[in-house]
């Protein structure tokens, strides 16, 4: 199977907490075949339903840290005068860089003339290949105050891609971070159609009409499912109204039901479990694999 025959889906929402995850555990399930991968890294959450059972741990590294090297240190303070994000410290004699603060620029390496500051690549997370019960899935965990989640995000959907081919399976399901910032972006670009949940709130109309936006800029076929829609049912009119004015499509709505809580504390998808949200899910299916 060559790469233009695959198809990516990614479920987007304007913020946390719409059900976008809820919803690609049970496209999960319906789908016949398909790759998954949880390209929320700064928060994944997939894994708490579907369970995987990893095969591959891969550390993922970006750009560099610098450390000074105590017994090469001359303490000149150089280091000190040129970091313009106050990343070394100092007792007055002994030198030492703070992780937290340090950039990875690279200016005290150059300036340092006793050479005596090393500068390795920055460990930043990991990403897994494992198993499921729904096919295999491509996650990843970032690191605590790491940054570089799109360049992650990036690499989580190359190796779902590469997956695909292999496997020669025809669909990856991907569910995207909230918001519309880089790892949005990188989960974003080039799939054949993102799905936006949101729900029936004033907040919930703002964050959508953002992200539609920014998958117009990038050309992206986009659908959007109102979650929840009885909480509040004309909300969910004016939502629909407005995807259609952006040029988005509309699926059917997702009912609120307390079933879906019930799912999760189960460590199973919505539509494992007999209710009729989980009907509502189905018809959202199928609507999204024909627009696929």
Known sequence: MIKKHIRELVILSGKGGTGKTSITASFAVLADKAVLADCDVDASDLHLLLKPEVEQRHVFSSG???NIDQIECT?????????RFDAVRTNGTKYWIDPVACEGCGVCVRFCAAEAIDFPERHCGEWMISDTRCGPMVHAHLG???ENSGKLVSTVREQALALAVKKQIPLIISDGP???GCPVIASLSGVSLALVVTEPSVSGLHDLQRVLALARHFSVPTAVCVNKWNINSQQADRIEAAARSAGAGTTSRIRYDRSVTEAQLQQKAVVEMDTAVADDIR?????VSQML
């Open 178 to 180: 909230p918001g519309i």
């Open 75 to 83: 303490g000149c303070g150089l280091c000190l005068d040129v970091c």
């Open 144 to 146: 605590i105050a790491a």
């Open 283 to 287: 018809q959202v299916w199928r609507q």
């Open 64 to 66: 560099h840290e610098a």
